[in-house]
């Protein structure tokens, strides 16, 4: 590739950058880690509509970022995110729909030598399907077998890599024997950009449902504060209404007293 047609990418690049960016104020940035080019063109395709994705190399991005900032200097909360194999998601609907379309497009992968695990790794107790000759492969990795019905048997349920290790040799090995896929890699969100502010993914597992929650639990720990402090609030007024209510039935009943309510 000459010099001239670089320069007619890059300006090309800044350009579909630039104006995504003025179009949707709200992105994801996502990690894509172990995500192949079919299984973007797969996400791509489910999210036409709703989302469009733009990856590219970072040294490019800050780049097109910074010459952007005289005109949206919001975008200055990107800069310190544009970091190993990242991404952005430029949301047409909600992020929470987004992110559950993309999480949607995780594929099973085989644990390869040398990569980090993402999660804990158990092989099960049972029947391996594999013959009596391979049982020195096993004692090397220190799991208890026996032989059932010509077929190598593990005993109990193994705990074979912990999560933020890295998978070794003969791990690797022995998962690909048992015909064993314990990964799934995908986008992964990893934070939410909304004009200028940035969020944790996090904050896309609050519903409406969740905010609620946490309102009534607010308004009942106040009214209990305010009724031990004796200080009539919104509230605290409902109950404290009610329980002068019962008290004073309980006096006139206790002196025969009758009123009308």
């Given at each position: 590739?000459?010099k001239a047609?670089r320069a007619?990418?890059?300006?090309?690049?800044?350009?579909?950058?630039f104006?995504?960016l003025s179009?949707?104020?709200?992105?994801l940035?996502?990690?894509a880690?172990?995500v192949?080019s079919?299984?973007?063109?797969?996400i791509r395709?489910?999210?036409?509509?709703k989302?469009?994705?733009?990856?590219?190399k970072?040294t490019m991005?800050?780049t097109?970022?910074?010459?952007?900032?005289?005109?949206?200097?919001?975008?200055?909360?990107?800069?310190?995110?544009?970091k190993?194999?990242?991404g952005?998601v430029?949301?047409?609907v909600?992020?929470?729909?987004v992110?559950d379309?993309?999480?949607?497009?995780?594929?099973p992968?085989?644990a390869?030598?040398g990569?980090?695990?993402p999660?804990d790794?158990?092989?099960p107790?049972?029947?391996?399907?594999m013959?009596?000759?391979?049982t020195?492969f096993?004692q090397a990795?220190?799991?208890?077998?026996?032989?059932?019905?010509?077929?190598?048997?593990?005993q109990n349920q193994?705990?074979l890599i912990?999560?933020g290790d890295?998978?070794?040799?003969?791990?690797?090995?022995?998962?690909?024997?048992?015909?064993?896929k314990p990964?799934?890699y995908?986008?992964?969100?990893?934070?939410?950009y909304?004009?200028?502010?940035?969020?944790?993914a996090s904050v896309l597992?609050?519903?409406?449902e969740t905010?609620?929650?946490a309102f009534?639990s607010?308004v009942?720990?106040l009214?209990?504060f305010?009724r031990?402090?004796?200080?009539?609030?919104?509230?605290s007024?409902p109950h404290s209404?009610?329980e002068?209510f019962k008290?004073?039935?309980?006096?006139?009943?206790?002196t025969?007293?009758?009123?009308?309510?």
């Open positions: 590739m000459g047609e007619a990418n890059r300006r090309g690049y800044f350009s579909r950058l104006k995504l179009e949707y104020p709200r992105l940035i996502v990690s880690d172990h192949g079919k299984q973007m063109a797969g395709v489910a999210l036409r509509g989302a469009q994705v733009l990856m590219g970072n991005i800050r097109a970022l910074r010459t952007k900032l005289g005109e949206m200097p919001q975008l200055a909360a990107l800069l310190p995110l544009i190993l194999n990242i952005f430029f949301c047409g909600e992020p929470a729909e992110r379309i993309i999480g949607e497009h995780k594929v992968a085989p390869r030598q990569v980090f695990a999660v790794v158990f092989i107790a049972g029947p391996t399907g013959d009596p000759g391979s020195s096993f990795l220190g799991i208890s077998t026996k032989i059932v019905k010509g077929q190598i048997e593990i193994v705990h912990k999560q890295k998978v070794s040799a003969s791990a690797a090995t022995l998962l690909h024997k048992l015909n064993i990964f799934e995908g986008l992964k969100v990893e934070h939410i909304d004009n200028g502010s940035v969020y944790s597992d609050i519903t409406d905010i609620l929650t009534r607010g009942s720990s009214a209990a305010s031990e402090l004796a200080l009539p609030t919104a509230a007024a209404i009610i002068g008290y004073c039935a309980a006096l006139c009943l206790d025969d007293f009758v009123h009308v309510r």
